[in-house]
């Protein structure tokens, strides 16, 4: 069965500092793995997906990077803001025995402080 | 404005009375799924559908039930609730399956008593 860990669970980081949040996951069969940020009270909003055959994805200040093989990714935001407080998730969509199921890490909650 | 819309976003209900929660997107997205989010468990799946008439179990699926007749709608039914079901619900959609991002409902908290 998939497994997905993040690591750190908490980060508190002062503003303008650069960042990295890790996801580690069991099975290397997948299709994708997408990172989300969770505002508190609200719904997930998707930030970057990459594809199984893909090595990055960049949008702005951030980067998702993924190592198929070695079942991790990295989301490294740049030049952090207050603005991007909030819990980032990792999810991989599975390709093996359990085709189209989507398992989530935990999450770190990231606070940015001015 | 292209979203996943849940309703109701706040429900309160007592043990084995059944209800629906109800997921609807206007995107024409083919993939559609459900989640319940816990403390300490982060978010798990419950039930997913590829297209229309097709369905299949996710993580946690005992209590629940799915339908997927249209394209665009999506509910999920509790028969008979349980206290251990009061949770954070969360809907989600995408174009796509495997190739697209998903995009999320704003939640339904689900009180049983």
């Known amino acids: 069965k998939q497994e997905v860990t993040q690591i750190p669970a908490a980060l508190s980081v002062p503003e303008g500092e650069n960042l990295v949040l890790n996801c580690s996951f069991t099975d290397s069969a997948i299709y994708n793995l997408q990172w989300f940020r969770q505002d508190p009270g609200k719904g997930l909003t998707s930030l970057l997906l990459?594809?199984?055959?893909?090595r990055e994805q960049t949008s702005g200040r951030l980067n998702a990077s993924l190592d198929k093989s070695s079942g991790r990714s990295t989301l490294y935001i740049a030049a952090s803001q207050p603005g991007d407080s909030a819990t980032y998730l990792c999810a991989v969509f599975n390709s093996g025995g359990s085709n189209y199921k989507l398992t989530f890490g935990k999450g770190t909650l990231l606070t940015v402080n001015p | 404005e292209a979203q996943v819309t849940q309703n109701p976003r706040y429900l309160i209900t007592v043990t084995g009375k059944k209800l629906t929660v109800t997921c609807s997107q206007n995107?024409?997205?083919?993939?559609m799924s459900w989640y319940r989010q816990d403390p300490g468990l982060g978010l798990r799946q419950i039930y997913y559908s590829m297209n229309v008439e097709v369905t299949d179990k996710g993580d946690v699926p005992e209590g629940y039930k799915v339908s997927r007749k249209e394209k665009r709608n999506f509910p999920l039914i509790l028969e008979s609730p349980s206290p251990n079901q009061t949770s954070l619900y969360f809907c989600?959609?995408?174009?796509?399956?495997?190739?697209?991002?998903?995009?999320f409902g704003n939640g339904t908290r689900l009180t049983v008593t």
């Open positions: 989600a959609s995408s174009l796509q399956g495997s190739y697209s991002p998903l995009h």
């Open positions: 990459i594809q199984s055959s893909q």
């Open positions: 995107m024409n997205h083919e993939y």
